[in-house]
Nanobody, 123 residues
Framework: VQLQASGGGLVQAGDSLRLSCASS????????VGWFRQAPGKEREFVAA????????LYGDSVKGRFTISRDNAKGTIYLQMNSLDVEDTAVYYC?????????????????WGQGTLVTVSS
């Protein structure tokens, strides 16, 4: 399974950005998918997760109400819409697939990882 995260960039505080995570074989269509982020010197942090059919979602406390995770299984792509960005959101964002299940906030529970995309929010 290969995951390709994209959409990162440099934005100002208050701006919006949408990240995409594409699966090369649409494997992600049958599994739960999560987004994590890691800032320099910090541990990897859970951002959001979505079930295989998009019905169930889960968010980290720091992004709840600002970020929205969604998916288009026909395209094999998972999205992370990020609104009201803050400098504290600056990090490398990773998407990950969890085989056969959904709802974990822990990186160790995910089986496949993308390479990450950098989001930088300036004040």
């Amino acid at each position: 399974v290969q995951l390709q995260a994209s959409g990162g960039g440099l934005v100002q505080a208050g701006d919006s950005l949408r990240l995409s995570c594409a699966s090369s074989r649409r494997t992600a269509s049958n599994n739960g998918v999560g987004w994590f982020r890691q800032a320099p010197g910090k541990e990897r942090e859970f951002v959001a997760a979505i079930s295989w059919n998009g019905v169930s979602t889960l968010y980290g406390d720091s992004v709840k109400g600002r970020f929205t995770i969604s998916r288009d299984n026909a395209k094999g792509t998972i999205y992370l819409q990020m609104n009201s960005l803050d400098v504290e959101d600056t990090a490398v964002y990773y998407c990950a697939v969890r085989r056969g299940s959904f709802g974990s906030r822990y990186p160790v529970d995910y089986n496949y990882w993308g390479q990450g995309t950098l989001v930088t929010v300036s004040s």
